[in-house]
């Protein structure tokens, strides 16, 4: 009973801390299933030479650590929600300041990143 209570109080703290940087993570899964329905704004947030590796179909590579990184998603359309991940989610995670400082309103992260999606058999493109 403690270990379950304790397991559901961390979910929704993470939740609420993702609520508060306003972007919401999402799976491997869910990416694709958004991916086969509709066309998104796919940010690869990874160094061109991570993307050139590998990288999801669709996605465009703005890189994280490029010191134009702000002004290059400030082309990107705010009006619409915005899909971003990298190796393993944590740097997609810190470029969300990023995107919400730019006036996107509907952030998505994907969980674990281009791993978790790469180790789920998912179609990439070098």
Request: net charge positive; glycine share 4%; hydrophobic share 35%.
């Amino acid at each position: 009973m403690v270990v379950c209570t304790l397991l559901c109080v961390l979910f929704f703290s993470c939740n609420s801390i993702n609520a508060q940087n306003n972007y919401t993570n999402i799976s491997a899964e869910e990416l694709a299933e958004t991916l086969s329905k509709e066309t998104i704004q796919l940010i690869d947030v990874r160094t061109p030479q991570e993307f050139s590796q590998g990288h999801i179909e669709t996605s465009v590579n703005i890189d994280f650590l490029s010191e134009n990184f702000n002004k290059n998603i400030d082309v990107l359309d705010k009006t619409k929600p915005v899909y971003v991940y990298c190796k393993s989610g944590r740097r997609s995670a810190k470029s969300t300041e990023a995107f919400k400082s730019a006036g996107f309103n509907k952030i998505y992260n994907l969980y674990g990143g281009f791993l978790n999606w790469n180790g789920k058999k998912y179609k990439i493109v070098k």
